[in-house]
């Protein structure tokens, strides 16, 4: 058996949380230039260096570390720098935060139909929801499987659009030894506590761009400009009253007790991946080993490499617990009856957010079903987890019988 008691949090962690309390300097600073007291060019704070590992780790030259997954992907699709009324395509199954942050950022989610089985997004359906009004598309990729990015950019660059990557449950997959996240022109990952990394809560954000990042920036730090990676931070006019909020933002700040965690774990980032390997592995050779239960899992393209976040099953029709198609929750179905958007923004008529017209996220949903590979798990408690999930089935099947 396996290690019984891997931790997730341990002296490392701990120690990198008592150096931020000790130091006194629990906020990363508004950056240097603007205004605050704690500014200081020499100062590197838990949040710049979480930064720069980061961007070390994925290969992407500008990240920006914020409070929540959320944040990143709103200042993912922000730093597009779409305008109001533009439409971004998402899938339509995803976390509700991905449309939600397309509202924040002015622009109206059009959802687009996903594989019946993956729940992963359909390039053809993506062609067939865009319009006129199309700026950029949101891929997610769920579970830790990655979303065809190849078709996805085929489809979307001879138009012009942006390509966003929620790589949120995701960090680590490869494809063709490139990390999801190098393909579109943003990503963002989360670092709540479910997902592979996390600090209880944060997010971040990278892209290639410059003026993506940029404009990611100003939204996230309430308009100041926090600019690092050498590229040139806007001065205060002499005689300036202002602290210097160049743009509109909210403050999103990460906090260095996050920050600080944060990069303790990501320097585990390898030993959890392999625990979670380790744990898909006796998950599958379980699965294997009880063909007869009424559970398929899913085939994995050759040239990737998926870090799981949980890991997908194809149950019996009616008996998937997948919960997220955003367009059936009540904020959307409200959206729906009124036809604006929370802000006010009119949706242009052949915008639904009805139930049925995603057809394949819905069928998949009562379908799917997926079991935690956390890396904390004991194979005892995943093999338990198994075993629960198959007398659940085994219960509905015998509930149906007359
Ligand atoms: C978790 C998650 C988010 C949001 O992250 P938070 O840190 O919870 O705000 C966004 N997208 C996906 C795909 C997620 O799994």
């Known amino acids: 058996m396996a290690d019984p008691n891997p931790v997730q949090f341990g002296p490392f962690e701990s120690a990198a949380l008592a150096d931020v309390v000790a130091s006194g300097r629990l906020w990363r600073g508004n950056g240097t230039g603007w205004g605050s007291r704690h500014d200081s060019a020499a100062d590197d704070s838990s949040a710049d260096r979480l930064e720069d590992a980061f961007a070390q780790w994925i290969g992407l030259p500008y990240v920006h570390a914020v409070n929540s997954g959320t944040s990143a992907n709103e200042a993912a699709v922000v730093g597009l720098g779409l305008e109001p009324g533009d439409e971004v395509i998402c899938p339509a199954a995803c976390p509700a935060f991905v449309p939600f942050a397309v509202l924040a950022a002015g622009c109206i989610p059009v959802f687009a139909d996903v594989h ?37 950019l085929s489809i979307a660059r001879p138009f012009g659009w942006k390509v966003v990557e929620d790589c949120a449950q995701a960090l680590g997959t490869m ?55 050498g590229l040139p931070t806007p001065r205060r006019q002499p005689g300036s009253v202002g602290r210097g909020h160049i743009g509109f933002g909210h403050n999103h700040r990460i906090s260095e007790m996050q920050a600080a965690v944060a990069l303790a774990q990501l320097s585990r980032l390898d030993e959890f991946n392999r625990r979670r390997a380790e744990l898909v592995r006796l998950l599958e050779q379980e699965l294997d080993r009880r063909h007869d239960a009424p559970v398929r899992t899913l085939k994995r393209p050759s040239e990737v490499s998926v870090s799981y976040w949980r890991y997908p099953v194809l149950v019996p029709a009616g008996q998937g617990t997948f919960k997220e198609i955003p367009y059936l929750e009540p904020a959307f179905q409200r959206m729906n009856s009124q036809r604006r958007t929370p802000f006010g923004l009119p949706l242009p008529e052949y915008v639904t ?50």
Do not use: N
């Open 353 to 402: 957010y009805a139930p049925g017209s995603c057809p394949q996220a819905e069928r998949g949903a009562a379908q799917v079903r997926a079991l935690s590979v956390h890396q904390s798990l004991t194979d005892d408690q995943l093999l338990a987890s198994l075993d629960a999930m198959l007398a659940d089935l085994s219960r509905l099947r015998h509930v149906r019988k007359p």
């Open 116 to 152: 019946p089985e993956t729940l992963l997004l359909l390039p053809d359906a993506v062609e067939r929801v865009a319009s006129e009004k199309t700026r950029a598309v949101v891929a997610v990729h769920l579970w830790g499987l990655p979303a065809p990015m190849a078709d996805v």
């Open 175 to 229: 494809v063709a030894d490139r990390p999801v996240g190098t393909f579109g022109d943003a990503c963002c990952f989360s670092l709540q506590q479910s997902k592979h990394i996390t600090s209880g809560e944060g997010g971040i954000f990278a892209t290639k761009d410059p003026e993506t990042y940029t404009r990611a920036v100003v939204y996230s730090s309430a308009g100041v400009p926090h600019f690092r990676f």
